[in-house]
T-cell receptor, first 113, second 114 residues
Framework: DQQVKQNSPSLSVQEGRISILNCDYTNSMFDYFLWYKKYPAEGPTFLISISSIKDKNEDGRFTVFLNKSAKHLSLHIVPSQPGDSAVYFCAASRVSGTYKYIFGTGTRLKVLA | DGGITQSPKYLFRKEGQNVTLSCEQNLNHDAMYWYRQDPGQGLRLIYYSQIVNDFQKGDIAEGYSVSREKKESFPLTVTSAQKNPTAFYLC?????????????FGPGTRLTVL
């Protein structure tokens, strides 16, 4: 049972345009969400997070939007740069949990120069 | 320079052999984690440790074992009981095991069983 889903395995975007990566979740107990970026043969690096008390969090070129009623979050990258080409994972954690992140399957973003 | 190191980067093992993957952190983090990544799948939690001398099973602990004798170190042993051990293994740590404590990942070890 995949509780965190990233339905687009890949996405290609032109340099300078907006990249929008989507993530859906099924468990209404999730209340904290994160995005990680991963280059090949490297560990994921933390990008941005959002708590369920917010609907938007912004950090430079990266903005995460949370729609609790739709159980949907998205990561916007503006403007996209070739160095953003990587696999992006969303992750969620539960109100009742302490340690556990549930990860999505990832979306491979390719930014075309 | 603080961080998490994993060694080796690539590891080959014959079927039926146990193998131990190293994970060391100098971030002074209490909590450490082991994940496994397979193609087309998200990261799945194998084991985690909230504090020295304590560890708990994650979602896919069968065929794996860990120890946490020192704060800095959390080695993972892939035993011969693990039916499909070929994967990319990631170690992570966080200040505590609180769910809002960001987990920081090492560079990973790719294990291939021949």
């Amino acid at each position: 049972d995949q509780q965190v889903k990233q339905n687009s395995p890949s996405l290609s975007v032109q340099e300078g345009r907006i990249s929008i990566l989507n993530c859906d979740y099924t468990n209404s107990m999730f209340d904290y969400f994160l995005w990680y970026k991963k280059y090949p043969a490297e560990g994921p690096t933390f990008l941005i997070s959002i708590s369920s008390i917010k609907d938007k969090n912004e950090d430079g070129r990266f903005t995460v939007f949370l729609n609790k009623s739709a159980k949907h979050l998205s990561l916007h990258i503006v403007p996209s740069q070739p160095g953003d080409s990587a696999v992006y994972f969303c992750a969620a954690s539960r109100v009742s949990g302490t340690y556990k992140y549930i990860f999505g399957t990832g979306t491979r973003l390719k930014v075309l120069a | 320079d603080g961080g998490i190191t994993q060694s080796p980067k690539y590891l080959f093992r014959k079927e039926g052999q146990n193998v131990t993957l190293s994970c060391e952190q100098n971030l002074n983090h209490d909590a450490m984690y082991w994940y496994r990544q397979d193609p087309g799948q998200g990261l799945r939690l194998i084991y985690y440790s909230q504090i020295v001398n304590d560890f708990q099973k994650g979602d896919i602990a069968e065929g794996y074992s860990v120890s946490r004798e020192k704060k800095e170190s959390f080695p993972l042993t892939v035993t011969s009981a693990q039916k499909n051990p070929t994967a990319f293994y990631l170690c992570a740590s966080s200040v505590t095991s609180g769910r809002r404590d960001t987990q920081y990942f090492g560079p990973g070890t790719r294990l291939t069983v021949l």
